[in-house]
């Protein structure tokens, strides 16, 4: 056999087990997580709070894209693998995003509800965040994208999609949820068709939020706060997010400890050129 041939022979077939592992990641990160989205919204001021609900053996990693050629720069964040190969193609299945202008992008897991299939789009199993973040300056923009696709991966989540405008929407693959209320909270259940179930985290953040105020960090960090889940839960807030979105910036709790945060400005960060960095780096500075 021509030694060529052999070698071309392996690496498909190890493209072929990272995909795969890749698409059972995916898949299993969706169906597992158990989040809390909500966006605070006083028309001054656009925040984004995200508690990021998972096993606590779970890490992660931040992604960092500048501007190229007629792409946005963005941020997304992914988990980690103890696999360093599938580690090297995560960013292709993010857990969300933020963009250069504005666009915030995170997953709540619900329970499966089978995509709409319209023959008339185009079929896409690949997930969107990425090409949202890289494409849209805006949610209007975002939904527009979206539209041309039967998004037949999207059956165990929605994906909420949040500007600083303050304008937001939820997508599953059978529907899109617009913008009807200055803020929003949204957890693990569907909400087409006006569909409620009781989830003390999103009863928590919609009380809270329906009380006029303005709306400052500290404020969208109680709310983070008061809707985290702990030990001894099987699954906890791993990561909680606090995203000014006018501003880009992100202050990034973890493990459920709110004494201390990391301030990310993704307009510095893209500074920086492409790299990545293992989110515990942003806390390694304090004793645990």
Not at 42 to 55: Q, T
Not at 171 to 179: A, L, N, T, W
Request: charged share 25%.
């Amino acid at each position: 056999m021509n030694k060529f041939a052999g070698k071309t022979a392996n690496d498909m077939k190890l493209k072929i087990f990272l995909c795969f592992l890749m698409m059972m990641c995916f898949t299993n990160m969706l169906n597992s997580s158990a989040c809390t989205i909500f966006m605070a919204n006083d028309g001054k001021h656009v925040w984004v709070g995200n508690n990021e609900d998972e096993v606590p053996s779970l890490t992660y990693r931040l992604w960092y894209y500048p501007t190229i050629d007629q792409h946005y720069g963005y941020m997304i964040w992914t988990e980690l693998s103890a696999d360093e190969k599938l580690n090297k193609i995560m960013y292709k299945n993010p857990q969300g995003g933020m963009n250069e202008y504005g666009v915030f992008m995170d997953y709540t897991a619900i329970d499966d509800i089978p995509a709409t299939k319209d023959p008339l789009k185009q079929d896409r199993i690949e997930e969107v965040v990425t090409d949202v973040l890289r494409r849209c300056k805006t949610v209007e923009e975002a939904i527009t994208y979206i539209s041309q696709f039967n998004l037949l991966r999207l059956t165990g989540a929605q994906l909420f999609m949040g500007d600083a405008g303050g304008d937001y929407a939820i997508v599953h693959g059978s529907y899109i949820i617009r913008r009807t209320t200055s803020w929003f909270a949204l957890t693990n259940y569907a909400i087409n068709n006006n569909h409620y179930e009781p989830c003390w985290r999103r009863d928590t953040a919609t009380k809270y939020l329906s009380e006029e105020r303005s709306y400052h960090l500290k404020d969208v960090v109680t709310l983070l706060e008061k809707t985290t889940q702990k030990k001894p839960n099987d699954i906890i807030s791993n990561y909680s997010m606090a995203a000014d979105l006018p501003s880009r910036t992100i202050h990034l709790y973890y493990k459920g400890d709110f004494s201390r945060s990391a301030v990310i400005s993704l307009h510095k960060e893209l500074k920086s050129g492409m790299h990545q960095r293992d989110m515990v780096s942003y806390f390694s500075q304090y004793p645990r």
